[in-house]
């Protein structure tokens, strides 16, 4: 399972009874998880892109936040608990007509551990991080069925100026009550004008980094900005 740029998660409905029986913690990346990471997401992708874009991410500073899913098993070779690296995701920042906020892109998790609760785990618990540090919102570009229900909403992003179409599967979700305005433009390093990896023509928008639509929810407008290291899938395709 795996989600982000370029990416669609499995959709399924959360198993209680399987999450239960496995045995996992949330945590923030420390340098030791490098290599696993890069395993991690290479497994749960199977092309080297997105794992060459975690590297490229933590390398230029672009990591906004990084969580790993990790196994606490019991482990009877070393009379303790096991901490391999199941899951992992990453947030990096984006600005939209200038306001900052918040990219999900990727989130991936081994085979062996998908459809047991983690990548729901770590979403939820990235949401959390990023609410708690004020950030006032999240975009995603991941499977329609699957980001929903942590409240991402395709109609926020309608009129965003993207590289892809404003299409269910570009969604932004609301970390805070208030606009983003009030944090001033946090600039990112280059402007998206071409499709990543093929994806579409940009989508349209314009004007201030807020509206309304009808369900009274704020509307994000604006030119997308986000990291430098997204310049890297570019080659995805000869991958």
Same mark, same amino acid.
């Given at each position: +399972?795996? $989600? $982000?740029? !370029?990416?669609?998660?499995?959709s399924r409905k959360?198993?209680?009874? &399987?999450? =239960?029986? +496995?045995?996992?913690?949330?945590?923030?990346?420390v340098p030791a998880d490098v290599s696993a990471i890069r395993g991690v997401v290479d497994a749960a992708f199977g092309t080297p892109g997105e794992a060459k874009l975690v590297d490229s991410m933590r390398e230029r500073g672009d990591t906004l936040l990084s969580l790993v =899913?990790?196994?606490? #098993?019991? *482990?009877? *070779?070393?009379d303790g608990a096991s901490q391999a690296v199941i899951g992992h995701i990453a947030f990096s920042r984006c600005t939209v007509g200038g306001t900052a906020g918040a990219l999900l892109a990727p989130l991936g998790v081994l085979p062996s551990a998908q459809r047991s609760g983690v990548g729901t785990a770590l979403v939820k618990q990235g949401l959390e991080e990023l609410r708690s540090r004020g950030e006032p919102f999240v975009l995603?570009? !991941?499977?329609? #069925?699957?980001?929903?229900?942590? !409240?991402? *909403?395709? =109609?926020?992003?309608? &009129?965003? #100026?993207a590289p892809w179409p404003s299409g269910d599967a570009f969604m932004g979700i609301h970390l805070t009550a208030t606009a983003a305005s009030a944090r001033g433009n946090v600039p990112t390093e280059r402007s998206i004008e071409a499709p990543i990896c093929g994806a579409g023509a940009g989508g349209a $928008? =314009? /004007? /201030?980094?807020? !509206?309304?639509?009808?369900? /009274?929810?704020?509307?994000l407008r604006g030119e997308l900005k986000i990291a430098t290291a997204f310049d890297e899938m570019q080659d995805c395709d000869e991958h």
């Open positions: +399972m795996h $989600g $982000g740029i !370029g990416s669609a998660p499995h959360h198993n209680r009874a &399987q999450h =239960a029986a +496995m045995d996992f913690a949330i945590r923030k990346e =899913a990790v196994s606490t #098993k019991a *482990d009877s *070779d070393t995603v570009l !991941g499977h329609p #069925k699957y980001y929903p229900k942590f !409240g991402f *909403d395709s =109609a926020l992003t309608s &009129q965003i #100026k $928008g =314009a /004007g /201030g980094a807020t !509206g309304e639509h009808a369900a /009274g929810k704020k509307l």
